[in-house]
Nanobody, 126 residues
């Protein structure tokens, strides 16, 4: 089992940047597909980005392509989400999640992720 703790959220003006981090406990971090999701008030949780165990495969929701970058450092048991050119519509609670199993086409599905962090708030002002 793995425990996930996000950090790095905050308030930023539109056009600014933030870097989220998600630190994982346990020795099995490198065996998990890792993802970032977000949930805005009154909306369902949505997929943002994911990467495979060694970071060679990536997936992004269309709305963040070219602005957000997911990366991981297995030596540090940490996954990151670099967010640039932030927009007010990016405002949400951001969650990291871990999924056992191989990288596959359903990396965007919340149902494949067994482990979730508590979330970190990102607020983008206009």
């Amino acid at each position: 089992q793995v425990q996930l703790v996000e950090s790095g959220g905050g308030l930023v003006q539109a056009g600014g940047s933030l870097r989220l981090s998600c630190a994982a406990s346990g020795r099995t971090f490198s065996t998990y597909v890792m993802g970032w999701f977000r949930q805005a008030p009154g909306k369902e949780r949505e997929f943002v980005a994911a990467c495979s165990q060694r970071g060679g495969n990536f997936g992004y929701v269309d709305s963040v392509k070219g602005r957000f970058t997911i990366s991981r450092d297995n030596a540090k048991n940490t996954v990151y989400l670099q967010m640039n050119s932030l927009k007010p519509e990016d405002t949400a609670i951001y969650y990291c999640a871990g999924s056992p199993g191989i990288w596959s086409g359903n990396y965007y599905s919340t149902s494949r992720y067994a482990y979730w962090g508590q979330g970190t708030q990102v607020t983008v002002s206009s």
